[in-house]
């Protein structure tokens, strides 16, 4: 797997096994950089201006040879600012669950007159990310004596899984401005498997030399002012926008012409998975456990799907110990058949089942190895493989394409994860295979829909009930959240979710039990709402503010200037419809004009009627794009802010008789 220790965001990913024993070589800190006066007496950095600091040297030496891979890291740090007193609480991520560890931490605060406070406290460890099984830890701890003009700095050893080669990956950007940094890597090597080691890079700072191996076969690159890395609401994959090297393994000679390396590769693809699933007999007796022979090829694929979707998907439950899974004897599925009869698998062999069972019901259908674009976008002039990372399947019925994925926890029929929409894929076959791009749902099969009927009291609370109903991709991506958790904490989960749409103090209280386990029906949750004193009044007026699920849209796109692009995970509609009975007594005394803002891939409609004692407001928000470049940022940005606008227009109330005029 991809292991990547510096960015923890990057999933996992085995690379090749190694099964005969080498000789480990240790690596243990040595001694500290030597401190020079104008690293003391450092202010500011011209390059950095108003940065809260600064890494003034940076050091990551990755060791693949012998038994264990090691990386050992290095890093100073001045501070600049009161703010930047925070980087002395120090989190270095690993991945526990497949092996690794951090260990030989050394740490220690330098003032700013050059005096030395070694660290000698104790080190945490937490989790910090936790998603399908996959565990991600970070060793954490506070350096002492930290102040402005002091240099704090630490060394540590990234422990990879004994018997294993893991891709490596520098990671040069980082939150702060870095003045220099050295890499190096010891590629792996073997004389029992033919094993190489190829590299690419991207966003090197000018001037940089691109990594280089050396006469003594170690890589090597230096790099100075890199500048420090902007976090940006809806922006692209990190891993897309910072300066990197990637180093991938392969036990296959290496390639130059990419045409002729996916040929290659989509051949070994395709025996691959044409091994798992050439069960044909098997899968026709289990077909016809599951259609009847009058139904439809639609009917059958709908209900072909359905029952992959009922099997046990391993890739979605708490991750067991080996201990665990020795004890329950759960063998590697060697085929589909195996999968079949044992009623569970992991989410890449529940939709190769579901390619077998589809052929096996005369619907034509093919494999396709896709990429999943959560951490990149893919690339296959890169040449790298393994970042064919996601399965689907290719359905031609009635003279139409559909992918599907049920692998793919809670997915609904004729759709796939968000993250496996839009993206290219290898359409395997025995002659290399051929690209495909898999389908982008439209914006209206991603929907968040709030209906209200609400009741205005006369000391100006809003109360009633709220049905908040999630479609698509909106309740696949709730399901999958909450899978692992108990009635109380999804209570929670869905109250938390709607008190933030609410820009005011609310009480929320979940009034049904909605259905987790479906991935054919729409996540309905239904509630008692109120909220204290959403009408405010001025003398004989009141004044209702129009937006009452709107709080989540106020704070985006705020900003004038925009560096990276705009990514949105997938198209989406919101629309409310809302009723509010009003007091006796009350009257509208006016409304505010409709809006109406057409951008073609974005769009906005707010309308305000009145109905004697009653008043109705409707609003859509609908976002039907994936990637925008920065120049057409404020475009977006004048977009939001109408919509902001109108959100905050109000209906004036006033008693009954009363003159507009008061």
């Given at each position: 797997m991809n292991i990547a220790?510096?960015?923890?965001?990057?999933?996992?990913r085995f690379a090749l096994l190694v099964v005969f024993a080498l000789t480990c070589r240790s690596f243990a800190f040595e001694d500290w950089r030597a401190i020079s006066p104008d690293e003391l007496k450092m202010t500011s950095d011209p390059q950095?201006?108003?940065?809260?600091?600064?890494?003034?040297?940076?050091?990551?030496?990755?060791?693949?040879?012998?038994?264990?891979?090691?990386?050992?890291?290095?890093?100073?740090?001045?501070?600049?600012?009161?703010?930047?007193?925070?980087?002395?609480?120090?989190?270095?991520?690993?991945?526990?669950?497949?092996?690794?560890?951090?260990?030989?931490?050394?740490?220690?605060?330098?003032?700013?007159?050059?005096?030395?406070?070694?660290?000698?406290?104790?080190?945490?460890?937490?989790?910090?990310?936790?998603?399908?099984?996959?565990?991600?830890?970070?060793?954490?701890?506070?350096?002492?004596?930290?102040q402005v003009g002091s240099i704090i700095e630490y060394s540590y050893t990234v422990d990879l899984s004994e018997y294993k080669i893991f891709d490596s990956h520098w990671i040069l950007s980082d939150d702060l401005f870095t003045k220099a940094a050295n890499f190096t890597l010891k590629p792996y090597t073997s004389s029992y498997i033919p094993i190489n080691v190829r590299w690419s890079w991207q966003g090197l700072p000018a001037g940089t030399e691109p990594p280089k191996q050396g006469p003594d076969h170690i890589v090597r690159l230096q790099v100075q002012n890199i500048p420090a890395f902007h976090t940006e609401d809806y922006m692209p994959p990190e891993n897309e926008l910072k300066a990197r090297v990637d180093f991938t393994y392969s036990d296959e000679l290496p390639e130059r012409d990419a045409n002729q390396f996916w040929k290659k590769k989509g051949k070994k693809l395709n025996d691959s998975v044409e091994s798992f699933i050439g069960k044909?007999?098997?899968?026709?007796?289990?077909?016809?456990?599951?259609v009847s022979p009058n139904d439809s090829p639609e009917v059958k694929l709908r209900k072909i799907y359905a029952r992959v979707q009922q099997l046990r998907n391993t890739s979605y439950e708490v991750r067991k110990t080996e201990q665990q899974q020795k004890r329950e004897k759960e063998k590697e599925a060697s085929n589909v058949e195996d999968v079949w009869k044992r009623g569970y698998g992991d989410g890449a062999q529940l939709t190769w089942l579901f390619?077998?069972?589809t052929r096996a019901a005369g619907i034509e259908s093919y494999g396709v190895m896709a990429s999943d674009r959560r951490n990149y976008f893919f690339n296959p002039i890169v040449m790298d493989a393994y970042k064919l990372d996601a399965n689907v399947v290719l359905v031609k019925l009635n003279g139409k394409e559909m992918y599907f994925d049920p692998g793919a926890a809670f997915t609904p029929f004729g759709m796939l994860a968000w993250s496996e929409t839009g993206v290219q894929g290898?359409?395997?076959?025995?002659?290399?295979?051929?690209?495909?791009?898999?389908?982008?749902?439209?914006?209206?099969?991603?929907?968040?829909?709030?209906?209200?009927?609400?009741?205005?009291?006369?000391?100006?609370?809003?109360?009633?009930?709220?049905?908040?109903?999630?479609?698509?991709?909106?309740?696949?991506?709730?399901r999958v959240e909450e899978r692992n958790e108990d009635e109380s904490e999804r209570r929670k989960f869905l109250e938390d979710e709607a008190k933030e749409y609410i820009s005011a103090a609310s009480e929320v209280d979940l009034a049904n039990k909605p259905d987790w386990s479906s991935s054919s029906t729409p996540l309905v949750a239904e509630y008692k709402l109120k909220i204290p004193g959403?009408?405010?009044?001025?003398?004989?007026?009141?004044?209702?503010?129009?937006?009452?699920?709107?709080?989540?849209?106020?704070?985006?796109?705020?900003?004038?200037?925009?560096?990276h692009p705009i990514y949105f995970e997938y198209p989406f509609e919101k629309m409310d419809d809302v009723t509010i009975s009003l007091p006796v007594g009350w009257q509208v005394s006016s409304l505010p004009?409709?809006?109406?803002?057409?951008?073609?891939?974005?769009?906005?409609?707010?309308?305000?009627?009145n109905d004697k004692s009653t008043i109705h407001l409707s609003r859509k928000l609908k976002v039907d794009l994936l990637l925008l470049e920065p120049k057409y940022y404020p475009a977006l940005r004048n977009f939001f802010q109408v919509v902001r606008s109108g959100d905050e227009e109000q209906v004036v109330l006033q008693p009954v008789g009363a003159s507009a005029s008061n």
């Open positions: 220790p510096l960015c923890p965001s990057w999933p996992a950095a201006p108003g940065a809260p600091a600064v890494i003034l040297w940076r050091q990551v030496d990755r060791d693949d040879r012998g038994l264990t891979a090691h990386e050992v890291n290095y890093v100073r740090i001045k501070i600049l600012t009161e703010e930047g007193r925070k980087y002395a609480d120090v989190e270095i991520p690993f991945s526990k669950s497949i092996g690794n560890n951090v260990v030989h931490i050394n740490a220690r605060t330098i003032g700013p007159d050059g005096s030395i406070t070694s660290y000698d406290g104790k080190v945490f460890e937490k989790y910090i990310v936790k998603a399908k099984g996959v565990k991600y830890m970070a060793k954490t701890f506070t350096l002492p004596n930290v044909r007999k098997a899968m026709e007796q289990a077909v016809a456990q599951i390619l077998a069972l290898l359409r395997l076959d025995k002659d290399g295979g051929t690209w495909v791009r898999t389908t982008l749902p439209e914006s209206s099969d991603s929907r968040i829909e709030r209906n209200a009927a609400l009741n205005l009291s006369e000391t100006g609370d809003l109360e009633g009930k709220l049905t908040i109903t999630f479609v698509g991709l909106e309740a696949m991506q709730r959403w009408v405010s009044g001025a003398g004989r007026r009141a004044m209702l503010p129009v937006g009452i699920f709107t709080a989540s849209e106020k704070r985006v796109f705020e900003h004038a200037q925009r560096v004009p409709a809006k109406s803002q057409d951008g073609k891939v974005v769009l906005y409609t707010l309308k305000a009627e």
